[in-house]
């Protein structure tokens, strides 16, 4: 018998439903929007999105979503996400390491693939995986910065069956929910499936916030089913308990946080087992800038500025004063393909263990491993080491030695990090005019001026304060500190 094709909404969960359609046009909309939430998964729950399974099997796909991980993981087995078959052999799982770097499980060929980027700092992070299954490669980007990119061994048109299981915060073991303990603490939002041509086939906003249904508002019906996790409004505002404007109502950090500045001030380290300890910086650089105002007339070696754990971890860079010639060092460190050390040092004429002011910069590119040392704005050394990622969890460290008699004594000011290499100009600028704390690439901002306490504040939003062990607060007077000027102002330290 003939049948008229009647176009419009199939979706009866849609509030643009045509009961009276029987062929849908993708037109869906309307779905339940209350405002702004996300789901929090607390170990113990998940959410069944098996429904997206006829849209990427044995096809190429990319998923994408914001994450907000516990700062304590129990174990590897905290699964973001998990593809399994229905008997609970893994497809394709993605996991935390204890550290809170994802690790993905790719189970049907027996392949795990590892990235170095850790997510554990309390913020939300996006995450993109692609899945090449034609092309053989993975690859993971974290905040837009490349994690994971390898292939992966023999090939296969059947990755992901039809019949598979697709999960969010879980994976199951021997057909068991939670079989093998697999579940995570942590909230999740804005996640999207696209297919092989980049058509998005799902768009999950968490913008319902009551209810069992996590709806699909792509038009293409593919709605999850929510097993415990629970709704949780996003309330913008600082999340950080040191800042002096802290809401401890906020969920989601929206860079408004202040730190106590009470004036100008540096550090003053004496040579002497002073130094300021900083966690949470990301762990993988590529490119990277430091700028630092430095005041000494050390009379001995001393590390200004490092990161290193040695002989632990073979990736470390290290900037140095030295006296041997009054000169400074950027010792850069990256494991070679044989496990070997590779150093770089940078020697410059000018006379900047004077005590007085020098704002000390250095950049590094990853690709070709080019290395600048700037003193006060003007390029003094340049040389070519070793290319390639650094990647280490070691704290930077300021005026610390690793072995006896490096410590630094004098004065630090002022401390910035980029993860791009400054161009000139910019140090030049950035001379006269510090950040703001709002410039694009900024990893951190120290500006030294609480003047008081233990902590050295982080004023670039990302809440890598450091911890202050010895080293004091001095406060910067400004005026004429040339004893022979007729305007000499003895209590002038700038």
Known sequence: TWVENVYGCTDSLATNYNPDANWDDGSCSGYPDNGEFHLSFDG?????????????????????????????????GNAILGINTPTGDNTIVMRLTSDGRIHIDEGLLDSNYEGCLSLNDGEFHQVNFVHDINAGILRLFIDNIEDVNCDFPGSSNQIVHSNDLFFIGMEIDDNEPNGGDFLIDCLIDEFKVFDEENILKTDYRFNTGEGDILYDHSGNQNHGTIYGATWVENVYGCTDSLALNYDENATIDDGSCTYPDNGDYSLSFDGDDDYVEIQGIEDSFDNFSLGVWVKSNQADYGKIVIREVYPQNPDFWQLQANTEGNSISLYVNV??????????????????????????????KSSDGNVKVFIDGELISEYTGPSGTIVTNAPFKLGAGVVANREFQGNLDNLMV?????????????????????????????????????????????????????????????????????NYDPEANH
Request: hydrophobic share 30%; charged share 15%.
């Open 44 to 76: 113990d729950d998940y959410v069944d999105i098996s429904s997206i399974i006829p849209s990427i099997q044995n096809n190429n796909y990319e998923v994408s979503f914001l994450i907000r991980i516990s700062l304590e993981i129990s174990n590897l």
């Open 335 to 364: 494991a070679g393909s044989h496990g070997g050390w590779q150093d770089i040092e940078i020697y410059d004429s000018t006379q900047f263990l004077d005590g007085d002011w020098h704002f000390i910069t250095c950049t590094r």
């Open 418 to 486: 980029f993860n791009y290499d400054l161009i000139q100009e910019e140090i030049q600028a950035y001379m006269t005019i510090p950040p703001t704390g709002n410039e694009s690439g900024l990893v951190g901002y120290w500006n030294f001026n609480s003047g008081e306490s233990d902590i050295l504040y982080d004023h670039s939003g990302n809440q890598n304060h450091g911890d202050i062990n010895g080293a004091t607060w001095v406060e910067d007077i400004y005026g004429c500190t040339d004893s022979l000027a007729s």
